[in-house]
């Protein structure tokens, strides 16, 4: 496939996640997202982010798979996560699932730095070459448990997490800075609701439930990145 044909494609992608955005308006209590978040997800090469023989299927609002058990998010649910953290550019980002880069190269656009952790290895080392090919110089790799968050560049003025703990783990909740938002699915398996988690000046917690999603489990024993859909 052309550039030019990979570019219509990824327009295409934008417009059906403009048109599911009303579909659950009523939910979110919007009709639409950020434009800033649209802009980005219409520029980001998300057939770069794919294995090689799902790039034309990578514009799809679908997830794909990646390898290992894992996939890459739902473009729509991608969109809706960003919109959720209301990035500024000074911020300071921690993803939990770096799966091979996608996400990361969307908080990239929009925020000061990023520091994503994949517990799979191989995931990781791939994500970094893809997104280095991509040219983003303000991403830094972890490969460990997501669960524990990673205190040495805490705390983050947000968090994402793309893997669904029972309850929200403390070791991110307390790595995430007085007036931050955290993004992440909770719940029991089939039954698993997308937070907005933000926290006061007082590190009071405000939780709101946004819309019925399913991910791979995260607990402190075992963490498993995988992307989702509604």
């Known amino acids: 496939m052309t550039g030019d044909s990979f570019d219509a494609l990824r327009q295409h992608m934008v417009a059906e996640i ?3 955005t009303i579909y659950v308006s009523a939910r979110l209590g919007k ?9 980005v997800v219409g520029k980001v090469p998300r057939h770069e982010f794919v294995p090689v023989e799902l790039k034309p299927f990578a514009y799809a609002n679908t997830p794909l798979p990646i390898g290992f058990d894992k996939t890459i998010s739902q473009p ?3 969109a809706l996560m960003t919109d959720l953290l209301d990035l500024r550019q000074s911020d300071v980002v921690l993803e939990i699932g770096t799966g091979l880069g996608y996400q990361a ?13 994949e517990l799979i290895e191989e995931l990781a080392n791939d994500a970094r070459r893809r997104l280095g ?8 790799f972890k490969i460990g448990n997501g669960y524990y968050g990673w205190p040495e560049h805490a ?3 947000k968090i994402m997490v793309t893997a669904a703990p029972d309850l929200l783990p403390p070791p ?8 931050g938002r955290m993004v992440i699915p909770a719940g029991l398996q089939d039954a ?16 709101r439930e946004i819309l019925p999603v399913r991910f791979s489990v995260l607990d402190g024993g075992e963490y498993s990145e995988s992307g989702a859909g509604m």
């Open 105 to 117: 190269a969307i908080l990239a656009e929009l925020a000061r730095s990023v520091y994503s952790i």
């Open 172 to 179: 991110l909740i307390a790595q995430l800075k007085a007036g």
């Open 76 to 78: 729509f649910i991608v």
């Open 18 to 20: 403009a048109a599911q």
């Open 192 to 207: 698993q609701q997308l937070n907005l988690v933000t926290k006061g000046a007082d590190g009071k917690l405000s939780i």
């Open 31 to 39: 009709a639409a997202l950020a434009g800033g978040v649209l802009d």
């Open 155 to 157: 705390p983050f003025d």
């Open 133 to 140: 090919r991509a040219g983003y110089s303000n991403i830094d």
